[in-house]
């Protein structure tokens, strides 16, 4: 997230200094320079670099999330907090019997939980309002909406 903001800002100044100084070069100087087209040249290419690059999904690093959840079933009692898998960023864990495993996701405000459920027996029972969308193998991504 702090590269993102970084990039954006790279961005923004970049774009700035160019239509400032392309301004000034066409409306004072009234003539045509090498300089102008370097700026949104690069402005290009970053954004395909950053189009054409692929997101990591949440099946890629379920490896890691089937390990954790793994260890936790393995030791009742047990919980995991502040996570960081990849680029998910784990608030905390939630063991439900007799094999469900949930990763709430750090980015859950207000009244809606999100996050992901290892349940290898089939569709996770949840909790509130809750429902889940099965990813593949033994991996949902639920939400849970909690009313008064």
């Given at each position: 997230?702090?590269v993102?903001?970084?990039?954006l800002?790279?961005l923004?100044?970049?774009?700035?200094?160019?239509?400032?100084?392309?301004?000034?070069?066409v409306?004072?100087?009234?003539?045509r320079?090498?300089?102008?087209?370097?700026?949104?040249l690069?402005?290009?290419?970053?954004?395909a670099?950053?189009?054409l690059?692929p997101?990591?999904?949440?099946l890629?690093?379920s490896?890691?999330f089937?390990?954790i959840?793994?260890?936790?079933?393995?030791n009742?009692?047990?919980?995991?907090?502040?996570?960081e898998?990849?680029?998910?960023?784990?608030?905390?864990?939630?063991v439900?019997?007799p094999?469900?495993?949930?990763?709430?996701?750090n980015d859950?405000?207000?009244?809606?939980?999100r996050?992901w459920?290892?349940?290898p027996t089939?569709?996770?029972?949840g909790?509130?309002?809750?429902?889940a969308?099965?990813l593949?193998?033994?991996?949902?991504?639920?939400?849970v909406v909690?009313?008064?």
């Open positions: 997230m702090l993102s903001a970084a990039a800002v790279i923004v100044v970049v774009g700035l200094v160019w239509a400032i100084r392309t301004l000034y070069v409306g004072q100087d009234r003539r320079s090498w300089w102008i087209l370097p700026a949104p690069v402005v290009t290419a970053a954004v670099v950053v189009m690059v997101q990591v999904s949440f890629d690093k490896g890691e089937e390990t959840a793994l260890d936790l079933l393995k009742p009692g047990r919980v995991a907090e502040q996570l898998i990849g680029p998910f960023d784990i608030r905390r864990t939630r439900a019997p094999d469900e495993v949930y990763f709430i996701d859950s405000m207000f009244t809606t939980t996050g459920a290892y349940s089939g569709t996770p029972s909790f509130g309002d809750f429902s969308t099965h593949g193998g033994p991996w949902y991504a639920f939400t909690w009313r008064d």
